[in-house]
């Protein structure tokens, strides 16, 4: 068992990003069947921007969790993943 220790954030940052991790999963999971279902350009810019904010969500837990892995982001990280999301969803929402 390991014990995780609990000096990096308070716990109710835990609790904010598996909320964040949770609502990016049921987004992208809406994303990603309405584009198997439509197959449209649209969708698919649609699906990647959420596929982005949820691969941003997983890391974030990942970077809260295990201080074994290397991956403690600079805000301008950050920034340019959710920046690169963020353009991906309106180049596909104003498509057509």
């Known amino acids: 068992m390991v014990l995780l220790p609990m000096v990096l954030l308070?716990?109710?940052?835990?609790?904010?990003?598996?909320?964040?991790?949770?609502?990016t999963t049921i987004i992208f999971a809406v994303a990603l069947l309405a584009y198997v279902r439509v197959r449209k350009t649209k969708t698919l810019l649609l699906s990647v921007g959420f596929g982005l904010f949820f691969l941003h969500a997983l890391l974030s837990?990942?970077?809260?969790?295990?201080r074994s892995f290397d991956l403690e982001f600079t805000t301008g990280y950050h920034l340019l993943i959710d920046?690169?999301?963020?353009?991906?969803?309106?180049?596909?929402?104003?498509?057509d």
């Open 10 to 23: 308070p716990p109710i940052a835990y609790f904010g990003r598996i909320v964040f991790l949770i609502v």
């Open 61 to 66: 837990i990942t970077e809260l969790l295990s």
């Open 83 to 95: 920046s690169i999301a963020l353009l991906c969803i309106l180049v596909g929402a104003l498509k």
